[in-house]
């Protein structure tokens, strides 16, 4: 939900914990019954995306279920088949050779049993050797919204697009809350994993007070599970964890690892938990002691809202995969809306699933790196050049032919001294309070600079992607911001201007990388090779289509030189 946080989140959770919020029953979307049945007559093309997926109408949110099975990628969703907002959820499903031109098909799963009845959210997919997929996912047992744990399994293995799913009676639920746990904050299972114990693990997200959990459970046969005695971890003051994820990293190169790898010196672990909180997404790396099934993080990795993320901006309810197939861990995510839930019901769609990224361990191993995955680039076409381009204060120069409503942009910036960079204070701990602060209009030394994208002729409307450099006592530090509070003229839009710091060594190397994803009412932005990373919804009403616009631009007293730019007109993903 991209819905405006007039209250911050620790006033929130205040707020919650004084008037027991839903007498204790926590809801995680906002309901509009008189509008989750409305399905528009004609689905509005206007701003609909080229290239990201979004199924043909109607509400899209997490993404469930990713794999890899017999040569074809699945990717599930929760969806609502009648309306452009939450409600009626089932699993979408669609089927692709590539990841980027897809497929799709009839629901997966919908309610249909007493043990789902009146929910099937959010799950994971887990391909059993020698068995084949399992799908493993949260059901509503009740109208106390009680969640349960269920499974489903092919009808048909061998349907190359497994179209229909069974939910046998004989063990579901598979896993019930506890009388000491809350059953309505008890969800989203992640893949499980195989050890040498012969057990299959899983972990669920849940809550205990205001403490988020990773809840763990252990089976041998995949049915029958036994929760562990202690959560694998948890953090206090973090709120309901939704939508954990856990899985190993390399600690030398990009290949991804399955699951199952678990215990060796080379690798460490990731733990991710979605904030119901923030509707924002927090990682840690730490390790993982298997014979304890504990997990802890490193003394650089922080618990909680001050902790690292994936994404910066409009991300959430994130699910990876391995792809066995290149040998690589791919990362996905819903990019949640920003446009008011009138204007969705009017042009008949809601949400969309970022571009599939390739995530791996940075080389200082103190934080992931992300990438839109290398098929993207089948969509290339139409390429522009420029190189050397010396942009003086207050310069902005305009990136021509090609069509910047819908592109690929990466740039490299440099510049010769970092001598006018602002002092940095200490203070400045929150990186999106100190880009309201200092936006992209606002002079600065080393900055602002970079992109305007999505930008009007005359500069009405523009999302400036860019960074701006500060001097800290003993290191450089720097701010990427994608700000969208000039992206539309409509006052009615959620337009924050997101931001997070990009943890490199200036001192080094004095250039900055950027890469941009153009397409239409979405602007995902990678920084510094991703390891900051921003993804935007706006909706501009003068921006669009070829009267979009794409400037480089610098506001800072430094110049500063566009090494070079590659920029591409993008063709449209094929659907269906």
């Excluded at 911050?8 to 205040?14: D, K, L, R, S």
């Excluded at 506890?178 to 059953?183: G, T």
């Excluded at 969705?344 to 571009?355: E, T």
Aim: some cysteine; aromatic content about 12%.
């Amino acid at each position: 939900m991209a819905l405006p946080i007039c209250l911050t989140v620790i006033a929130i959770f205040t707020l919650c914990c004084v008037i027991n919020c839903n007498n204790g029953v926590e809801a995680f979307h906002d309901i509009y019954p008189d509008l989750q049945s409305i399905s528009a007559r004609s689905v509005s093309k206007l701003q609909r995306t080229g290239y990201h997926f979004q199924p043909r109408k109607n509400w899209i949110n997490d993404p469930n279920g990713p794999m890899y099975y017999n040569g074809i990628y699945h990717l599930f969703y929760q969806y609502n088949p009648k309306g452009a907002v939450w409600g009626n959820i089932v699993w979408g499903h669609a089927v692709s050779k590539d990841l980027i031109n897809w497929k799709e098909l009839e629901p997966a799963l919908y309610p249909s049993k007493p043990f789902d009845k009146y929910g099937v959210w959010s799950g994971s997919a887990t391909v059993l050797p020698g068995k084949g997929p399992v799908i493993l996912y949260t059901g509503v047992i009740d109208k106390q919204s009680n969640e349960v744990q269920l499974y489903a399994i092919p009808e048909n293995k061998s349907d190359p697009f497994l179209r229909k799913w069974v939910k046998p009676k004989a063990f579901n639920p598979i896993v019930v809350a506890d009388h000491s746990m809350n059953a309505s904050v008890f969800r989203d299972p992640t893949t499980a994993w195989w050890s040498k114990d012969g057990h299959w693990r899983m972990l669920i997200g849940g809550r205990r007070k205001d403490r988020g959990m990773a809840y763990l459970y252990r089976s041998k046969d995949f049915v029958k599970w036994i929760q562990a005695k202690h959560p694998i971890h948890s953090a206090a003051s973090t709120g309901m964890w939704e939508c954990p994820d856990f899985y190993p990293v390399s600690l030398k190169g990009k290949n991804g690892l399955d699951i199952s790898v678990v215990g060796s010196s080379s690798i460490k672990h990731v733990l991710k938990n979605s904030l119901d909180l923030t509707r924002y997404e927090y990682y840690t790396i730490g390790t993982y002691f298997k014979n304890k099934d504990k997990y802890i993080p490193d003394n650089t990795s922080e618990d909680g809202w001050g902790g690292l993320r994936y994404d910066y901006g409009n991300f959430y309810a994130s699910k990876s995969f391995f792809d066995p197939s290149k040998n690589r861990r791919i990362l996905w995510a819903w990019a949640n809306e920003s446009d008011s839930k009138e204007d969705d019901v009017k042009k008949g769609w809601a949400g969309i699933q970022s571009i599939p990224r390739t995530v791996w361990l940075d080389y200082g191993g103190k934080q992931l790196v992300q990438w839109p995955v290398e098929e993207l680039n089948s969509l290339r076409k139409k390429e522009v050049k420029i190189s050397h381009q010396k942009l003086k204060k207050g310069q902005h120069v305009e990136v021509k032919g090609i069509t910047a409503a819908q592109a690929d942009v990466e740039v490299t910036f440099s510049f010769s001294s970092l001598d006018r960079a602002e002092p940095f204070d200490s203070r400045w701990v929150n990186a999106q309070d100190l880009c309201s602060q200092k936006g992209s209009k606002v002079q600065g030394g080393v900055g602002p600079f970079g992109l305007l994208t999505l930008a009007s002729e005359k500069l009405e409307e523009f999302t400036p992607v860019f960074f701006r450099i500060f001097k800290a006592p003993n290191k450089h530090v720097i701010l990427m911001c994608s700000d969208a509070r000039s992206s539309s003229l409509k006052r009615e839009l959620y337009k924050p201007s997101f931001a997070g710091f990009v943890n490199v060594d200036l001192a080094k190397n004095k250039k900055l990388s950027l890469k941009s994803l153009i397409d239409h009412s979405v602007v995902e932005s990678f920084g510094a090779g991703g390891r900051t990373n921003i993804l935007s919804r706006v909706y501009p009403t003068l921006a669009i289509k070829k009267k979009a616009h794409l400037f480089v631009f610098n506001n800072g007293t430094e110049h500063i030189t566009v090494e070079y730019l590659k920029a591409w007109s993008m063709k449209s993903a094929r659907r269906n």
